[in-house]
């Protein structure tokens, strides 16, 4: 298998909640929902790099496509790193993310390994880390 990822599809409960969250919150780029005319099909896609997507989908929807039980949802079987170029843009995301209603986990500080970085949570509860990393910093 030849890894080529353009779509990373997060599981909401409420998908207004979730797309008003990343659209508003965030300033994250969409053409809100679409595909509620179908069952199971109501969906947002937000861009995020070149050739990379983020999707928002129902939890309920993916379990009917994917044939699997709904179970309880975890914080801490995933996470999404958003690497940005200096500490002061950790705390500037943060701050972002706290105004649209994010919770912090754990507030942005120095690393171990000599960057700076926090992680909030989305209202689905999943996790983003916001970090500068002085090894990856071309990413920020």
């Known amino acids: 298998m030849n890894p080529h990822i353009t779509v990373l599809t997060l599981g909401v409960d409420d998908l207004e909640r979730s797309v008003a969250f990343y659209r508003e919150g965030l300033g994250f780029s969409t053409e809100g929902i679409i595909g509620s005319e179908f069952e199971n099909g109501a969906v947002a ?67 171990f390994y000599g960057g700076y970085a926090g992680y909030f949570k989305d209202p689905d509860g999943h996790i983003w880390e916001v970090v500068f990393n002085p090894a990856i910093s071309s990413l920020g």
Do not use: C, Y
Request: zero cysteines; hydrophobic letters at 45%.
């Open 45 to 111: 896609f937000f861009n995020l790099q070149a050739g990379l997507k983020l999707a928002l989908w129902p939890r309920s929807s993916i379990a009917a496509d994917t044939g699997l039980t709904k179970n309880p949802s975890s914080s801490t079987e995933f996470t999404m790193g958003h690497n940005v170029g200096s500490p002061a843009e950790v705390d500037e995301v943060m701050a972002q993310a706290t105004k649209a209603g994010a919770a912090i986990v754990k507030p942005a500080q120095a690393t």
